[in-house]
């Protein structure tokens, strides 16, 4: 039974802070091995990302930080299979980007601020689509689209065109979209970036059911205090370079520092 169906009945107005059990967290369902990137440019070449390696568990939430032009986004893109690295690779529940591009597509799920809903679908008719993409069953793909739509409060749109939606239930769609494969791995990239109190909330519960169901979770966001409060572990990442890794007592202890603010603070400044 999928990891999402076994908790439809959860509220999301009250997320848990339970992680998956530690025989799951012994598995790597996400593994970054020595990934780069370099760009040609007119006065020289860029590293956008340098030698980055990082693993994610089941029931985890990483989060990958850093300022504007760290490489987050890039990182993404190579995961995603949307940028063909330089060296390195990502393996995904055991498949890689080397051997298996398409497989690993499979296996993720992928939430950015940009929500791209087709405003000429109703709801229903999107998630069903997306599904198909994915080569998920019909009646499994209708199932899912329920429990779902349950999960997220958005039964009452589903038959509503997304072009009516407003920017609080466009989100939500979206968040419900990722998830209508069931991946193992969820991919969030500035998922809070122009949302107010309610709609950052929506974020922090969705974050709470992901690591309920066992997803392996990778947020990238240079929104520090945010993730503080979200994530198990972290990767800081500055100019290409993944400067330090580890759980925040962790980066506390090398750095002397008690916040994340702080640490990339002495980091950039350094």
């Known amino acids: 039974m999928d990891g999402l169906l076994r908790i439809k009945q959860t509220a999301i107005s009250q997320p848990s802070t339970e992680t998956a059990s530690e025989s799951c967290r012994s598995h790597r369902m996400l593994i970054v091995h020595s990934l780069s990137k370099r ?10 990302v340098d030698n980055l390696s990082l693993e994610v568990h089941p029931g985890e939430v990483y989060g ?5 032009g760290a490489g987050k986004t890039t990182t993404m893109r190579m995961i995603l299979g949307l940028l063909e690295p330089d060296g390195g690779y990502a393996s995904v529940d055991g498949l890689t980007t080397q051997t298996d591009p398409i497989g ?16 000429w679908l109703t709801v229903r008719e999107m998630l069903l689509y997306f599904a198909d993409l994915y080569d998920v069953p019909h009646q499994l793909a209708e199932q899912r689209c329920e429990n779902l739509s349950d999960l997220m ?8 065109r997304a072009g009516d939606l407003s920017t609080g239930q466009r989100q939500r769609v979206t968040l419900v979209r990722g998830l209508i494969h069931d991946p193992p ?30 997803k392996a979770v990778v947020v990238c966001t240079h929104r520090l205090d945010e993730a503080e409060r979200l994530c198990d572990r972290f990767g800081l990442l500055h100019k290409g370079h993944l400067q330090y890794t580890g759980t925040m007592q962790e980066l506390r202890d090398a750095t002397g520092h008690k916040t994340l603010v702080d640490i990339f603070v002495d980091l950039i400044r350094n």
């Open 39 to 48: 760009f040609q440019l007119e006065h020289g070449d860029l590293t956008a």
């Open 104 to 119: 690993v597509k499979s296996r993720l799920g992928f939430v950015s601020a940009n929500d791209g809903v087709y405003s």
């Open 153 to 160: 409060e958005i039964r009452n749109l589903l038959d509503r």
């Open 185 to 214: 791995v969820m991919l969030l990239d500035e998922p809070t970036r122009g949302l107010d109190v309610v709609g950052v909330q929506t974020i922090f519960d969705y974050i709470s059911i992901l690591r309920q169901a066992g």
């Open 64 to 68: 990958l930080l850093g300022p504007n």
